[in-house]
DNA sequence: CCAAAAGTGTTTCCGATACACCCATGA
DNA sequence: TCATGGGTGTATCGGAAACACTTTTGG
């Protein structure tokens, strides 16, 4: 027990809310408790802020997201910092959240190695969570319908190759709203960020639709001039 | 020395930024440390977490902002939470931000209380800052850009009863871009959140302004719906 | 030939922008 | 009477929204 402090210290956490979105559906991913408290429930992957080697909390998300689920290189953005007293009844604890998209194509696979806890759920079917988190996993909802308004996240939701439909059913399930066809075509396009190929989809039992991919140069210089991202 | 843990913790502290509007210029409250690290230098008002008598961070904010500098009753939201290695000489320690923006001539009172070591600054006459606030106060800065985007500041920094060009100038200010007044006095009017008063401006040297007051009840109704606040 | 989704233009409307002069007041 | 900011309207432009039919393909 060699650490010691004048005044009391609570702990501090992380968590890692990542998002992915397959077969039209906007996904979450869990890992099930393995041990006291709240075993056996989701939660989000997380742990604790290691002070000696973690030079910034970022990388103790990110750390803690490799060593739970194997995913390494995913960009983070802060969310929010949740420190209630009795989210934790283990002790007074904080819990700083980040949150992340990523193509679940690309990451799918790991979810059959050492980390086989860690599971999507689709945003609709969440079972129960652990601790605060059913809080947490709401106001990173929120923040990512306000990020869809100014940020083209199909950039980082959809797989390399993806059809036009597939692009507006992310952003209806995201908004949660219907989208015209034919108006949000006209809008993307006029963005310049696709670029089309001249491939289609297969296995389809009807006329199969375009592929696209995003204009990964373009689309940084868009970024540092700002740019809207209405639908 | 009391309080022992089998694995290190950081400190967690709680740091408040306060936006203020007067004469023109943004404003920010500082204090003057008096003590070590960064003795004489200035910082935002704030403290520890008391882990015992705390129950949210948010409550930890404004009692520190209180105790330092008499101020009660200010509704802050969460900014970020900076926690990288260094920050602090003394050890790990992890900052929860909050800002607020204010009514300025309503507290202002204060500054003669026992925290006489609290001083408003202009915007940009702001002195060197202790620890990593200058990082701190760009990110609240770059923050306060975001929501005079979609909520009326305003109403928030400006005293009682104002003129329609210190609205402008506010927002001028704080996006930093010059607007038509023709085609801003349009926009918020029809916004239908001002109540035109049959009071006028005194001790002026040309044509006394007009005086307005925002419309509280009509603010709920929108705030509930959600509302565009473009300039 | 049928079902299912892909793909395609035009019109209307409203908000955003640009722009210049007269008014009231105190010094 | 002059300097200073207060106050007002119109015309143009461009993006947002509404809207329906034809095409392709596999079953």
């Not at 973690?54 to 953005?77: H, Q, Y």
């Not at 979810?111 to 689709?122: E, K, R, V, Y």
Request: glycine content about 8%; charged content about 30%.
């Amino acid at each position: 027990m060699p650490y010691t402090y004048e005044y009391p210290r609570p702990s501090l956490t992380v968590d890692c809310i990542l998002f992915g979105f397959d077969e039209g559906d906007l996904k979450v991913l869990l890992i099930r408790r393995g041990g006291e408290p709240f075993k056996g429930l989701w939660a989000f992957p997380g742990g604790f802020l290691d002070v000696d080697t973690d030079p910034s909390i970022e990388v103790a998300a990110k750390r803690e997201l490799e060593e739970e689920t194997g995913l390494t290189n995913v960009f983070m953005e802060q969310l929010y910092t949740f420190g209630d007293v009795g989210r934790d009844p283990r002790g007074r604890t904080i819990s700083v959240a980040y949150y992340a998209l990523l193509k679940l194509a690309d990451y799918k696979v790991q979810a059959g190695s050492d980390a086989s806890h860690a599971q999507w759920f689709n945003i609709s079917e969440v079972p129960e969570l652990a601790f605060d988190h059913a809080k947490i996993l709401q106001t990173a909802l929120d923040r990512l319908k306000g990020k869809v308004r100014y940020q083209p996240i199909g950039f980082e939701l959809l797989p390399e190759k993806f059809t036009l439909s597939e692009l507006q059913h992310l952003y209806e399930v995201v908004l949660g709203t219907d989208l015209d066809k034919r108006n949000f075509r006209k809008k993307i396009q006029k963005m310049n960020l696709l670029v089309e190929l001249e491939e289609w989809q297969a296995g389809v039992p009807h006329r199969a639709a375009r592929l696209y991919r995003f204009d990964r140069q373009r689309y940084e210089e868009l970024k540092s001039h700002g740019f809207n991202f209405e639908v």
